[in-house]
């Protein structure tokens, strides 16, 4: 049996889905895999903020053509950059294990000290950033990683801001000079976590080797979140959700109209994340309306 894994072009893409791949094929002795690459619409319009472009979906696009046309029998993405509503005949199969949540600075080859504007293209990060380092100045970068470290080190930015998970797996720890807590940026919905779709009539069952059920719990709570706020890519929205005993902590982070920053916590049962986190969301969005008036 050949299972044929759609996947984006860039190398961390690549990556991510080779990892699932190897993922299978060790729990399924026998199993063949072939990654299907394509470059989808919002690699190639790289002179425009994703918001004004139509937002995350236009990393999904082609994939969901492919699965839905056979030309791949999966699709694997970074959690955080999928779209908070998915399509009904496209759902979220498996979601692997968590690699390291947080973000992460990173400097120019060589360089010690932070000199010049952090390139960052996420509204979240921005925001943060703007409270977390007072005077240092955010301007937008696009791009796939590799990509964004050549501008850098090319002298376009005096750093970056990127997924720590991401610069992990493509063997870049290196290149990370300080990592930020979840509490000084709290992270992306689903950041740090790989995701998988298929067709509705695929048979799950060959996938549940793939599926973490704490980052499953979490991941779901963290979109429960971000989606009882509207969210999206240019949403100023944030959660993290963590499971101890049990108990899943969820933490949002929204800005009102006047992007200030709202940050609460919710507790309670893990099997209740998302209905917690929906709560909470709706909560601190009260909060913040009542403050602006």
Same mark, same amino acid.
């Given at each position: ?42 690699? @190639? ?17 082609? /994939? ?6 056979? @030309? ?18 496209? +759902? ?12 992460? /600075? ?17 509204? @979240? ?110 949403? +100023? ?57």
């Amino acid at each position: 049996m050949e299972l044929r894994i759609g996947t984006r072009e860039s190398r961390l893409a690549v990556a991510q889905a080779e990892l699932v791949g190897e993922a299978l094929k060790a729990a399924h002795p026998g199993l063949r895999v072939a990654l299907v690459a394509m470059k989808t619409t919002g690699d @190639r319009i790289l002179d425009r903020p994703l918001d004004l472009i139509g937002g995350k979906g236009l990393f999904v696009r082609e /994939l969901d053509a492919a699965l839905r046309a056979g @030309r791949a029998d999966l699709a694997v993405h970074s959690c955080k950059d999928l779209p908070m509503e998915l399509p009904e005949d496209l +759902p979220l199969a498996a979601l692997t294990r968590r690699e390291d949540p947080r973000d992460a /600075l990173v400097l120019p080859r060589g360089a010690k000290t932070l000199s010049g504007p952090i390139g960052c293209s996420s509204l @979240r990060r921005k925001l943060q950033l703007r409270e977390l380092l007072p005077g240092v100045e955010v301007v937008p970068i696009r791009g796939n990683v590799l990509t964004r470290l050549q501008k850098l080190d090319k002298g376009e930015y005096g750093a970056l801001v990127l997924a720590a998970a991401g610069l992990k797996r493509l063997g870049l720890e290196d290149r990370i000079c300080r990592y930020f807590s979840p509490e000084e940026l709290l992270p992306a919905a689903g950041q740090g976590i790989l995701a998988v779709q298929c067709r509705r009539d695929m048979d799950l069952s060959l996938l549940a080797p793939l599926r973490d059920r704490e980052a499953e719990a979490c991941a779901l709570a963290e979109r429960a979140f971000v989606r009882a706020l509207g969210g999206g890519c240019s949403s +100023p929205a944030a959660a993290y959700a963590q499971i101890s005993d049990g108990v899943l902590t969820v933490t949002g982070l929204l800005a009102d109209s006047l992007e200030n920053l709202h940050q609460a916590s919710a507790r309670g049962p893990a099997d209740r994340g998302e209905a917690l986190a929906r709560t909470l969301a709706e909560e601190m969005k009260e909060r913040a309306q009542w403050r602006a008036r």
